[in-house]
């Protein structure tokens, strides 16, 4: 059984690229069961991933005093790069959304009844632009998840809340940008509007185009971030 490490990983990827990219030394990491809550994902799994960031001497953990963010350093981000990769290869997290999640957009428009609208409104109303990225990642999660409840599908269901690991490290970079929590925010309203209105190829068309914008941001995360590292080294070497 791969999945626990598998899971643990990618949430690992996924908070050091917030102790990157969002913190800076000194900050305090939330809670364990903040942050469970926020990725959906056990606290066992967290406490996995914190004690693999200390091992890389990404964090510091001690009682009482919480997780703390140790200083950083051109060879902690080549780490992270390379775990990041490990835990989540980017084009096979996004063939397999764009192969399961439009069909079970579709689906949502057909099958969804008042109460399914009614929690999907709820999530969207709950998402604004002053969300951090934890904050909009999870709306993120629930968002996609309900659509699979509106479904009707139980498995898809599943299916769902188990792919949030594997999905976690893209899904993460794209929530990284105010940019991306505001293109998410824009195309999960598209996608409730086509169920709403029960319109099947509407709904299956915008999961694929939130999809492959998706796919565009965390390509464009990755470039920048590509070239921010070479600068860093570049400046390092002259020192």
Request: charged letters at 30%.
């Given at each position: ?13 996924h908070l ?25 994902v ?22 009482g ?7 950083r ?17 980017t ?29 999907l ?29 509106a ?59 939130h ?29």
């Amino acid at each position: 059984m791969q999945r626990g490490p598998t899971l643990s990983a990618t949430t690992a990827a996924h908070l050091g690229r917030l102790v990157l990219d969002d913190l800076a030394p000194g900050d305090k990491l939330p809670p364990e069961r903040t942050l469970a809550a926020d990725l959906a994902v056990s606290r066992t799994t967290i406490r996995e991933a914190l004690q693999e960031l200390e091992r890389r001497r990404l964090v510091s953990r001690t009682p009482g005093r919480g997780t703390v963010v140790l200083p950083r350093s051109v060879e902690a981000a080549e780490m992270l790069d390379r775990m990041s990769h490990d835990a989540s290869e980017t084009e096979h997290v996004t063939e397999f959304r764009a192969l399961v999640e439009p069909q079970i957009a579709a689906l949502a428009a057909v099958r969804a009844d008042e109460s399914d609208l009614v929690r999907l409104e709820a999530i969207l109303a709950s998402t604004h632009a002053g969300l951090s990225p934890a904050e909009s990642l999870a709306q993120d999660v629930a968002f996609h998840v309900q659509v699979a409840r509106a479904s009707g599908n139980p498995l898809f269901v599943s299916l769902c809340e188990l792919s949030s690991g594997w999905v976690q490290d893209v899904r993460a970079k794209s929530h990284s940008t105010s940019e991306g929590r505001r293109s998410s925010f824009e195309w999960h309203q598209r996608i409730h509007d086509a169920i709403r209105r029960h319109d099947e190829t509407a709904a299956h068309r915008a999961m694929t185009d939130h999809l492959a914008d998706v796919a565009h941001l965390v390509e464009n995360k990755h470039h920048e971030n590509k070239h921010s590292e070479r600068k860093h080294r570049e400046r390092e070497h002259h020192q």
